[in-house]
């Protein structure tokens, strides 16, 4: 089983669509968790943090459910500038050793 | 400059050639990193230095050397390379020690491609 998993897509939604991504991990000790945006043969950029329950900002919701441990990002009222993939990301560990592990991404595109 | 910059953009190498990356960050963070992007695959961890000292190595061979000279800088030297080495090379920087120091913001990559 994959540290991180997250489907590939790729998610194919009208501009307006509400889209949603899960990722389950596999580490029930993992602490925090991120979900980063990476444009094409671009790096990779921090979207949000998710330390307890959830995190809102703006268009985009990250839940957090660690008896299930998964991951969701909600995203409302897509816009054409919200195409790229997303990477959902997982720091396990502790003190000096703990570590980000990413997923393989999920790719959206945003269509007109 | 501010963030995370890294030099080259591009490198093309042949395998018996020696070159290496530069990293830099202008965010003040006393930890930085190495990954390595391949195509279709997840990013996957090589290197992490805390205030200058290696932390990890995560089995990368021994023809990838990183160097930490102080806290703002880091390299990646390069020898006697492998075409399967091709890859995007990631560096990313973030605070140790405090409350979110796991989250970690990434340079723009060095696109290598090895012959």
């Known amino acids: 089983r994959k540290e991180v998993e997250q489907d590939p897509g790729p998610f194919n939604v009208p501009e307006g669509a509400t889209v949603a991504f899960n990722c389950t991990y596999s580490n029930s000790a993992s602490q925090s968790f991120f979900w980063y945006r990476q444009d094409c043969r671009k790096e990779p950029k921090l979207l949000m943090s998710v330390y307890s329950s959830g995190n809102e900002d703006g268009r985009f919701t990250a839940q957090l459910n660690r008896a299930s441990q998964y991951i969701s990002l909600l995203i409302r009222d897509s816009k054409l500038s919200d195409s790229a993939t997303y990477l959902c990301v997982v720091f396990a560990g502790g003190g000096n050793t703990g570590k980000l592990i990413f997923g393989q991404g999920t790719t959206l595109q945003v269509k007109p | 400059e501010t963030g995370v910059t890294q030099t080259p953009r591009h490198l093309v190498m042949g395998m018996t050639n020696k070159k290496s990356l530069k990293c830099e960050q202008h965010l003040g963070h006393n930890a930085m990193y190495w990954y390595k992007q391949s195509a279709k695959k997840p990013l996957e961890l090589m290197f992490v230095?805390?205030?200058?000292?290696?932390?990890e190595n995560n089995s990368v061979p021994s023809r990838f050397s990183p160097e930490c000279p102080n806290s703002s800088h880091l390299f990646l030297h390069l020898h006697t390379l492998q075409p399967e080495d091709s890859a995007l090379y990631l560096c990313?920087?973030?605070?140790f020690g405090q409350g979110r120091w796991n989250e970690q913001f990434f340079g723009p990559g060095t696109r290598l491609t090895v012959l």
């Open positions: 990313a920087s973030s605070h």
């Open positions: 230095y805390n205030f200058k000292e290696q932390t």
